[in-house]
């Protein structure tokens, strides 16, 4: 059973900073634009030795609905561990202090394309995860079409899944989301292990999805800075922060310094 199709966890209201959820409350009138929202989330792993190590530190997001942003910062800074906390269902992670809410249903999508496909076609693919759904075959025959129409697989309808490309498989992997009717999309460096045209197939995908949703809403882990003029904002980790989050072309420009920080320093020992 692949985990992406598990939807419908509640969303999590951890029992800290009271104060801080009543000034979300009164300053923005309502939290229920924003399809992803977290304030002060901590999240810390215990260690052999008997220690809490924090993955997680004071991280804070508000993503309103139908935007696309993307997660970005070094090896180990602490983006899949954040996606997977906001995936809370099937308890994955649990955070140990902050406020925590996203949007339901939702999906996780992985990495790895062999891992997301489960069917031997496209269309049962799909049709999949809807079988714990009182639906007629009609209308799973609808969402299913939709779904891969609007990822741009319905001529791939019929096709053994095996036939597949990797960037192929991830965009029937999130048409499987699709048709479960998901309004939040977290996914996990999809692009990773593609090649450039797969590339940008699956984001184009992900980017016109949103475009003609309104209320699907997407956060996308990536190491890419070429993904980033798809964002609407992008956010920038390390050491389990968010250092700082805006438009693709400031924390582009915010990367390359910290590279180029880095490299001085590598040059100079
Ligand atoms: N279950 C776990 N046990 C121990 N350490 C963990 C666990 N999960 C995550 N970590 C550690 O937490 C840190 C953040 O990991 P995470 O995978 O979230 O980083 P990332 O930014 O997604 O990295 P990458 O870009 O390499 O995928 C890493 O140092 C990782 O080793």
């Not at 215990?46 to 993307?70: E, F, V």
């Not at 960037?167 to 292990?193: H, M, N, P, S, Y």
């Not at 995908?205 to 070429?226: F, Q």
Request: charged share 20%; net charge neutral; proline share 4%.
């Amino acid at each position: 059973m692949n985990q992406w199709r598990n939807l419908g966890a509640p969303s999590i209201q951890l029992p800290t900073l009271p104060s801080l959820h009543s000034h979300l409350s009164r300053s923005s009138g309502t939290t229920e634009n924003f399809a992803i929202e977290c304030r002060n989330l901590s999240y810390s792993i215990a260690t052999r030795h008997g220690k809490l190590r924090p993955i997680l530190n004071d991280c804070s997001l508000s993503i309103p609905s139908g935007q696309l942003w993307m997660l970005l910062g070094p090896n180990g800074s602490g983006k899949s561990t954040l996606l997977k906390v906001g995936n809370i269902l099937a308890g994955l992670l649990n955070p140990n202090g902050g406020f925590l809410r996203v949007k339901k249903p939702r999906s996780f999508v992985f990495q790895n394309p062999d891992h997301q496909v489960v069917m031997p076609t496209v269309k049962d693919d799909v049709a999949f995860g809807l079988s714990r759904f009182n639906l007629t075959l009609e209308e799973i025959r609808s969402r299913v079409e939709k779904s891969l129409d609007a990822v741009g697989m319905y001529d791939y309808l019929q096709r053994p899944v095996q036939t597949l490309s990797g960037g192929q498989k991830q965009r029937v992997a999130i048409a499987g989301a699709l048709a479960e009717a998901c309004k939040v999309l977290l996914l996990d460096e999809l692009t990773t292990f593609l090649d450039e045209n797969d590339q940008v197939g699956v984001i184009e995908a992900v980017k016109s999805t949103l475009a003609n949703s309104n209320d699907i809403t997407a956060l996308w882990v990536t190491h890419r800075l070429e993904e980033l003029k798809y964002a609407d904002v992008a956010v920038y980790m390390e050491d389990g922060k968010v250092v700082m989050n805006g438009d693709a072309s400031s924390i582009m420009d915010f990367v390359k310094a910290r590279q180029a920080v880095y490299i001085e320093q590598i040059n100079s020992y």
